[in-house]
């Protein structure tokens, strides 16, 4: 009996990962577009920013949890052990803004959860996704069959550039 319990309460508090997972990466497709105004009145002032050139810059907002949660167990084997669960702590959410509008939102850091990726990013989100400003995509079945909590959406399409603006080179291609 002692081991179903233990069981499903180690299921139930990863459950938390995988709902915080799957918001991180619905973010990446919903809050496209979204302009430079509603984002920074759901998500606040960005901790960092660069502009990149006249049409793009780049907002990073930053979380950083010192203790991350979760459950952490090691599992004797031989030759050592193996840790299962834990958690991520630091996020940092990229934001390309395009001519004031979102343009892509990229996750980097140590932020997976033990179930589902991108979960420790969801703070950083979470209010532009619970009450969605008019600049986003809107919810719906299909952007929702787009995200997953295991992995990111792909990143969206560049914009084409207006006529005269030369394009910055691009590293490796």
């Not at 139930?12 to 973010?27: E, N």
């Not at 850091?109 to 990013?121: H, Q």
């Amino acid at each position: 009996m002692k081991p179903t319990i233990i069981l499903a309460g180690l299921l139930t508090l990863s459950g938390c990962g995988y709902s915080d997972s799957r918001m991180a990466h619905q973010a990446q497709i919903n809050m496209v577009g979204m302009t430079l105004a509603d984002l920074q009145s759901c998500a606040g002032v960005a901790d960092r920013s660069a502009r990149i050139d006249d049409r793009t810059q780049i907002l990073t907002y930053a979380v950083n949890n010192d203790s991350a949660g979760g459950i952490e167990v090691t599992l004797p084997v031989i030759g050592g052990g193996y840790t299962v669960g834990g958690s991520g702590s630091r996020c940092n959410a990229n934001f390309r803004i395009e001519d004031n509008k979102v343009a892509s939102l990229f996750y980097s850091g140590n932020n997976d959860r033990p179930i589902g990726e991108d979960g420790v990013c969801a703070p950083i989100i979470r209010g532009c996704m619970r009450r969605p400003q008019a600049s986003m995509i809107p919810l719906s079945d299909e952007t929702r069959a787009l995200s997953s909590a295991y992995w990111q959406p792909p990143a969206p399409a560049p914009r084409p550039q207006p006529e005269g603006v030369a394009r910055m080179p691009t590293v490796g291609r």
